[in-house]
């Protein structure tokens, strides 16, 4: 195998049009890695694009998809060129007979992914890569994580926005004192008709992923959960949508702190939003601010000066690429290699052949997890702050 890329040439070569060396699958002594796609039609079908993007990746070849729904296998098996014996109903069956190089666990539903990717692991899978959510509470999480370690499977998230390569432009400005001493990290999620608890879980399972890497891991949570006003009770707990679990509430509120001192918040409010203003973050400095607007390009604008002092001058917004603040951006389709998931598949692809993690990895995948749970955590415990990690793994809602 040829050496290894660099950590920050890795970032960069993900999007250039002629990817590094070590992304070439001769190290297994085939021409390319397999990937085998679990799918369910009707329960989260096939993710956001989970399933077509290797068929954009020169590395992989798709040699199996697996549905237990009918119709729905025939159209996905026409629409990866498969032919018929490569279809399964049976994921289990699937990853028995394809032996699959990697396995993407592609349904939107939460709750069948700690399953799928606990058989994943165990099979002869180098590598996951898993929609998110990752999992429905942290008894799963520390499932798919003993399960990954065990059998040292690399997995990553389709958290696609931490593949972007400005997060460590945005880091570099944060330590050399760009925008000052950085005060808090402020998260709002869509807040569209998913307001509150469902925005966090669906949506604000990227910003949290991003918090997490601004902020460094949280050590305590306190939050609020209300309906319409009022604080959510037992009787308000119903089974929530996409699979995500017990679930109450359009209006949410939540600090958690964190190791490095950095506070983050995330609040969240039905049909408050704006498809504008909505889902992205906010590091906030005493010198300036920087902003991130989840999925778009530029990802990033920084606003210079105190944001405590009213100023007379002109402050604009200025964007943040990979080249640095108000440089024009120089990798070629960076919206679609971000945007497609083809930065995290191939950031899988060389952590597989380096034996290391991947940038967004089922320890990172805990982490959101603890945060998520944090907040049911502690508005069962009338808004208390409860440390992270948390000692009971189970779902803070689950016989409430």
Not at 44 to 67: C, K, R
Not at 239 to 268: K, Q
Not at 336 to 344: D, K, R, T
Not at 365 to 391: C, D, N, W, Y
Request: proline share 6%.
């Amino acid at each position: 195998m040829n050496p290894p890329c660099s950590r920050r040439h890795l970032l960069s070569s993900a999007f250039a049009a002629s990817a590094c060396d070590a992304l070439s699958p001769f190290a297994f002594g085939q021409e390319k890695l397999s990937v085998a796609v679990i799918g369910h039609t009707g329960r989260g079908n096939f993710g956001h694009g989970l399933d077509t993007l290797w068929l954009q990746i020169p590395e992989t070849n798709i040699v199996a998809v697996s549905d237990p729904d009918e119709a729905g296998r025939e159209k996905a098996r026409k629409k990866l060129k498969l032919e018929k014996s490569a279809a399964f109903s049976d994921y289990q069956t699937m990853l028995k007979e394809a032996a699959p190089h990697i396995v993407a666990v592609a349904p939107r539903h939460v709750d069948q992914h700690a399953d799928m990717s606990v058989a994943a692991a165990h099979s002869s899978a180098k590598g996951i890569y898993i929609e998110k959510p990752f999992c429905r509470d942290l008894a799963e999480a520390d499932r798919i994580v003993t399960a990954c370690k065990e059998t040292n499977t690399k997995l990553a998230i389709a958290h696609r926005n931490r593949y972007h390569p400005v997060l460590p432009v945005i880091q570099n400005l944060i330590a050399d004192g760009t925008i000052g001493q950085l005060l808090e990290i402020r998260l709002r999620g869509k807040e569209d008709q998913r307001g509150g608890l469902l925005d966090l879980w669906v949506l604000g399972s990227h910003l949290l992923n991003l918090a997490h890497y601004f902020g460094g891991n949280p050590t305590a949570c306190s939050a609020s959960i209300y309906h319409d006003g009022q604080p959510v009770t037992a009787k308000d707990v119903v089974e929530g949508s996409e699979g995500v679990g017990p679930l109450a509430g359009n209006e949410v509120h939540a600090r958690w702190d964190t190791e490095n001192g950095t506070p983050i918040f995330f609040d969240s409010i039905q049909n408050a939003g704006s498809r504008e203003a909505g889902f992205g973050l906010q590091l906030i400095g005493t010198k300036g601010i920087i902003d991130l607007r989840a999925d778009r390009e530029p990802l990033a604008h920084i606003l210079l000066g105190n944001p405590q002092q009213p100023s007379s001058e002109d402050r604009k917004w200025v964007p943040i690429t990979s080249a640095g603040i108000g440089k024009p951006e120089s990798i070629k389709d960076i919206k679609q290699s971000v945007g497609g998931h083809l930065a995290a598949a191939k950031d899988l692809i060389a952590a597989i052949e380096e034996d290391r993690p991947t940038l967004c990895n089922e320890e990172d995948g805990r982490i959101v997890m603890e945060m998520t749970m944090g907040v049911f955590a502690s508005h069962r415990a009338q808004g208390k702050r409860v440390e992270i990690p948390l000692r009971e793994r189970e779902h803070p809602f689950l016989n409430w």
